[in-house]
């Protein structure tokens, strides 16, 4: 079983560029969380999909927007980088059958914003 | 006043220390709480899940839950060199609210 797998590992972009994060979530899963952490500070929420649609949105700006496919997998694109946008970004998935607190994430993208 | 308080550390202690992490949090609305752990430039791996206020053991880890005082708590009995990492504690409402709200993460290192 692969996990939650991520791509790319790095990113390095400059200010007003876009960048597009993928991922694949575990075998059997169907929901997809993403996750922004900042260095030094825990995970904050941006959204999550299931059914290929965002179900629940954090105290993200437009900017940040996402899909998911008809295999589960999931994309986060953000608009017009800025600074602060540099954090590790995190997906997690769950089953939407299986144990409601059980949510894997995967080893994240690092975003570097110049 | 962020709705989840952790203290950051650093926290040092020997091999074989029992070790305490603990979190405390303003929103009523919480009723799952978690423990998870994170490894140096890796995602965060889930330790245990808890509903109820009261205790839940896995092996040497025990979480604590009072919902009475919004206090949760991570112990580690015999700490191992192994555990050294970023202990974060997370919570979310009930089903439906997907969203997990972290603690900022206790960086542990255990000295062997």
């Known amino acids: 079983d692969a996990g939650v797998t991520q791509s790319p590992t790095h990113l390095i972009k400059t200010r007003g560029q876009q960048v597009t994060l993928r991922c694949s979530p575990k075998s059997g899963h169907d929901t997809v969380s993403w996750y922004q952490q900042a260095l030094g500070q825990g995970p904050q929420f941006i959204f999550q999909y299931y059914e290929e649609e965002e179900r629940q949105r954090g105290n993200f700006p437009d900017r940040f927007s996402g899909h998911q496919f008809p295999n589960y997998s999931s994309e986060l694109n953000v608009n017009a980088l800025l600074l602060g946008d540099s954090a590790l970004y995190l997906c997690?998935?769950?089953?939407?059958?299986?144990?409601?607190?059980?949510?894997?994430f995967g080893p994240g993208t690092r975003l570097t914003v110049l | 006043q962020k709705e989840v308080e952790q203290d950051p550390g650093p926290l040092s202690v020997p091999e074989g220390a029992i070790v305490s992490l603990n979190c405390t949090y303003s929103?009523?609305?919480?009723?799952?709480f978690m423990w998870y752990r994170q490894y140096s430039r890796k995602g965060p791996e889930l330790l245990m899940y808890t509903y109820s206020s009261g205790n839940k053991e896995d092996g040497r880890f025990t979480a604590q839950v009072d919902k009475s005082s919004k206090y949760i708590s991570l112990f580690i009995r015999d700490s191992q060199p192994s555990d050294s990492a970023t202990y974060l504690c997370a919570m979310r409402g009930f089903f439906g609210n997907e969203k997990l709200t972290f603690g900022t993460g206790t960086r542990l290192t255990i000295i062997p």
């Open positions: 997690a998935s769950r089953s939407r059958k299986g144990i409601y607190n059980e949510q894997f």
């Open positions: 929103n009523s609305a919480f009723q799952y």
